[in-house]
């Protein structure tokens, strides 16, 4: 779910704003290779924004796991007893009776103990690690991959048909992102379709107001 979150909002983000920043200066009435190199400039930028940014965020998770973990791992030096009770509790919170909660886990203890409390008291497993660099290169690249969508449209089309090429093109490639991400997720794909492209149609729509506002004034 990780590697879907950070794909699924690299690539929207990839659409959107390159779309978004194409349409602006396109309704500006600026040449064909301008608006190119925009997009361009765009995707290059965002691509370094986004992997930056989850590098980051993603970060900063790993530096808490880490810290928790650390913390867990002194009390187990310190209080052993308690932390066999904690866990024991866990377990009977989650329906174990209390003789057979005491038994998995001292079992589980005698086995890992850190690793039993990482992963049924902290919630910290290895499949679901914060890996910074490896969310910062799905970001980047998913971005990359988003925005090369609209830039395609942008070198193939006439520029009397440039606004609502792109415009058109992107809420389709909008919508079947949603689409593929919400059933990824086991959620209802029409729903995730409508969501992203609403958001999407509403970005490139004031967008395009604003470069068209431009243009008149220039």
Same mark, same amino acid.
């Given at each position: ?15 959107? %704003? ?95 103990? *850190? ?17 910074? *660099? ?36 992107? *809420? ?44 008149? %004034?220039?």
């Amino acid at each position: 779910m990780g590697w879907l979150r950070a794909s699924v909002l690299g690539a929207n983000d990839g659409i959107v %704003s390159t779309a978004s920043l194409v349409l602006g200066v396109a309704a500006a009435h600026a040449s064909g290779q301008n608006i190119l190199i925009a997009g361009i400039a765009g995707l290059v930028a965002g691509s370094m924004s986004m992997a930056a940014g989850e590098y980051v965020s993603v970060h900063s998770q790993a530096d808490s796991e880490h810290a928790e973990l650390e913390r867990e791992h002194h009390e187990l030096q310190t209080d052993v007893e308690g932390e066999h009770k904690e866990l024991a509790s866990i377990y009977v919170g989650r329906g174990l009776e209390p003789a057979l909660a005491k038994q998995v886990a001292e079992q589980l203890m005698a086995h890992d103990a *850190l690793d039993a409390h990482a992963r049924d008291e902290l919630g910290i497993t290895e499949a679901f690690k914060a890996q910074p *660099l490896q969310a910062a290169g799905a970001s980047a690249l998913s971005f990359a991959v988003g925005s090369a969508l609209p830039l395609l449209v942008v070198a193939l089309t006439p520029a009397a048909m440039l606004l609502p090429l792109v415009f058109i093109t992107s *809420l389709v490639f909008l919508a079947v992102l949603g689409a593929v991400a919400a059933w990824a997720g086991g959620a209802k794909m029409g729903v995730g379709a409508m969501r992203i492209t609403f958001w999407g149609a509403l970005a490139m729509a004031i967008t395009t107001g604003v470069g068209m506002l431009f243009g008149v %004034s220039g």
